[in-house]
């Protein structure tokens, strides 16, 4: 199913993020300014067809009528599945010394979180990311803009039973740690070496009580302010973070 992209700004942050847009779609009658001005010129250089079309039709495809006279319409994400991510992280284990991470995702609903958790994986270099197939966020040009583009350079996989994933993780080798407030031990005090996939719960609810109860042991992080906790994607990356800081020792190519 394509991604409808509504509006001139968000039209040009998807071709300035790089979305994969297939063509835009622009109102006969709409009025040249600036921003149509700056979506043409990066249509151009990226080679994005332009449809001058009625304005009818765009009504027709808007979700909620803010489209200002142009939509772009972007290529559907194309996932993976598990075995091409068990691939990227076997190659990672024989690259650096054993060390591989998979970010497993328990129903995380907003598109934006996905995004920056892709940014942070990517940047630690994991080698894949795990999401359900329903009842959470897919990946669009939400995703792509928190993202800063990264979910295009990382495997996500979509699957239909979490649970069922984690047991086949721990066959390849992995120890599965979720990030839980709940959890007896500081982060800091685990031993993250080695293969890790690291889980992630819901925004609202954190790990599911049943994706808890697949998991090797949990994590969380020290807080000593008086906000009660971060954010799933801020927490995801001092995770994973910890995750590359144990591994330190044999990761190469560590830029400063």
């Known amino acids: 199913m394509a991604d409808y992209i509504e509006g001139k700004r968000p039209v040009v942050e998807a071709l300035r993020t790089h979305v994969p847009v297939k063509r835009i779609l622009m109102a006969d009658n709409v009025q040249r300014d600036g921003l149509i001005t700056d979506i043409l010129r990066k249509a151009r250089n990226l080679d994005v067809p332009v449809a001058s079309v009625p304005r009818k039709k765009l009504d027709e495809l808007s979700d909620h009528g803010s489209h200002q006279g142009v939509v772009a319409e972007a290529e559907p994400f194309e996932y993976v599945n598990v075995t091409a991510v068990l691939k990227a992280a076997q190659r990672s284990a024989e690259e ?148 590359l800081r144990q591994n330190r020792t044999a990761a190469e190519g560590l830029r400063g």
């Open 96 to 243: 650096h010394d054993g060390r591989a991470l998979v970010v497993v995702l328990d129903h995380i609903t907003d598109a934006g979180n996905l995004g920056a958790i892709a940014r942070s994986a990517e940047s630690v270099g994991a080698a894949g990311i795990v999401i359900p197939n329903k009842r959470a966020a897919r990946v669009t040009a939400a995703t792509y803009k928190s993202s800063a583009g990264a979910i295009a350079h990382i495997p996500v996989t979509q699957v239909a039973n979490i649970s069922s994933c984690l047991e086949r993780l721990k066959k390849e080798g992995f120890w599965v740690a979720a990030a839980t407030e709940h959890a007896a031990d500081y982060i800091w005090d685990a031993n993250l070496k080695g293969k890790i996939a690291l889980v992630l719960g819901n925004e609202g609810e954190g790990v599911s009580s049943l994706v808890l109860g697949n998991c090797d042991f949990g994590v969380k992080l020290p807080q000593v302010g008086g906000i009660s906790s971060l954010n799933v994607a801020q927490a995801s990356t001092a995770c994973m973070y910890e995750w």
